[in-house]
């Protein structure tokens, strides 16, 4: 008598989010089974890596990742179509950091004019987010996606305070939302109630859990997103069935480990690995708990990451 191994019972779908527009689309999603969880479901689409790409040259970045960027700092169009010819990304995240008021204060129109000079010098799909106070961050993606019409681009981000305006310029532009919350499933769910009540189709909706990198915050984030995934595909919860998006690069590259030298540090061993290893064993940890859309910084970390996906599937 063989031995039948028992497998999880899936009733509910993720949803499919298409990204970019014709020659660029890529779709996002669609799951039937928890992650790389193959033998249980499909996984028609793999998840994707975004590389970032600022509107300016970042400031605090270590030598270990800045030496892969620094003949393109200064030109986001090229910055991007490096990232994508010699690093792989399938997909563009253009951060406008300087619409915020401290930061430069660009001008709404400046910024929408960037992202569709970015968006039409790639092949892939672009993602847009913001940064700075949520009305000026409301007030520029109203502008990008105007300036983006029709092109499905993934504008970030919105929350309970200001997801009307932005939502309602993705609705009439048709361009899709990444939606904010703060590692809560309940306030994940009310957000995407709202979003679809205001009339923005749930396929053009993606969650973003604010992630946290490794260390401190990535159990709690591993689980909050672990229960949205069970929600979404044991129970049929129509409001966690988007797909996730994890902007975590940011996070990675920010704190001591990463950012200190082996000289100050000779116990910790080489920078440069450690700020490899740092990226990629976080990134794993949030493949493996449902991201769909990882945003990504060192090339070899994607590189690792890109294998490891293809491996999985």
């Known amino acids: 008598m063989s031995f039948q191994v028992p497998k999880n019972i899936y009733n509910g779908k993720i949803n499919i989010v298409k990204l970019g527009k014709g020659d660029t689309e890529t779709k996002v999603g669609g799951d039937t089974a928890l992650p790389f969880y193959v033998f249980e479901g499909e996984i028609p689409n793999s998840p994707i890596i975004a590389i970032e790409v600022y509107d300016r040259k970042p400031e605090g970045w270590p030598e270990t990742v800045s030496k892969y960027y620094d003949d393109v700092f200064n030109d986001p169009v090229k910055w991007a179509q490096k990232s994508i010819s010699k690093y792989g990304a399938d997909a563009i995240c253009l951060n406008l950091s300087s619409i915020n008021p401290d930061e430069g204060d660009m001008s709404p129109e400046d910024a929408a004019e960037l992202s569709k ?7 892939k799909p672009l993602i847009v987010y913001g940064a700075g106070p949520l009305e000026k961050i409301a007030e520029v993606m109203k502008k990008v996606s105007e300036k983006n019409k029709d092109s499905n681009i993934l ?7 200001n997801y009307k305006t932005t939502a309602a310029a993705a609705m ?10 703060s590692l809560d499933v309940n306030i994940a769910k ?14 053009r909706i993606v969650m973003d859990p604010a992630s946290s990198g490794l260390g401190y915050g990535l159990e709690y ?13 044991m129970q049929d919860d129509k409001m966690t069935q988007m797909p996730i998006i994890n902007n975590i690069a940011p ?20 920078q440069e690995e450690r700020g490899i290893n740092w990226e990629t064993i976080s990134c794993m940890s ?10 990504m910084r060192h090339p070899k970390a ?3 990451m890109k294998e490891m996906i293809k491996e999985l599937l």
């Not at 504008?155 to 305070?161: H, I, K, L, R």
């Open 221 to 233: 984030c591993y689980s909050a997103m672990e229960r949205l995934k069970i929600a979404a595909l």
């Open 117 to 123: 000079n970015v968006r039409e010098s790639i092949e």
């Open 302 to 304: 994607v590189s690792i």
């Open 190 to 203: 009310q957000l995407n109630i709202l979003l679809t009540q205001l009339g923005l189709s749930s396929d």
């Open 155 to 161: 504008m970030g981000w919105v929350e309970e305070d």
């Open 172 to 181: 009439g532009y048709n361009n899709n939302l990444a939606a904010v919350n």
């Open 286 to 295: 949030l493949l493996l708990s449902g991201s769909n859309i990882l945003v």
């Open 251 to 270: 996070e990675i590259w920010k704190v001591k480990e990463v950012k200190e030298s082996q000289k100050d540090y000779p116990e910790w061993g080489d």
